[in-house]
């Protein structure tokens, strides 16, 4: 006898048991790591808008800190590593930024980019 246990793939990926062991099949977990959402990276359009609030000034530092986080951890490194732009304002809110989450971010992205 299987039982299957199935969300939206927004909710949970799918997880098929089957026999009595509980365990999933094989094939199910190589699904499920493809599903999962650190597997991914942001979308580009995510990634564009990210790349707009780090580098406008009048955004609100805690949005550019969240915006820095993402594009660190989830951007495409290919796509930062052309950008100067990003980087010369990165390095920039490092060293004069007020608030100490952009600190923050801004020095995590920079230790992940190897600047």
Do not use: H
């Not at 995510?46 to 800190?65: C, K, N, P």
């Not at 989830?74 to 060293?95: H, I, K, M, Y």
């Amino acid at each position: 006898m299987r039982r299957y246990a199935c969300w939206p793939p927004t909710l949970q990926p799918k997880i098929c048991w089957s026999g009595s062991s509980q365990t999933p099949a094989r094939s199910q977990r190589s699904r499920w790591r493809a599903r999962s959402p650190c597997s991914r990276s942001i979308p580009r359009s995510f990634e564009r808008q990210a790349r707009r609030i780090v580098l406008d000034d009048d955004e609100d530092d805690q949005l550019r800190a969240l915006s820095l986080n993402a594009l660190t951890y989830f951007g495409n490194p290919a796509t930062q590593s052309e950008d100067d732009e990003l980087a010369r304002r990165v390095e920039s809110l490092n060293s004069q930024s007020r608030s100490r989450s952009v600190k923050k971010a801004a020095a995590g992205y920079l230790a992940k980019r190897g600047r």
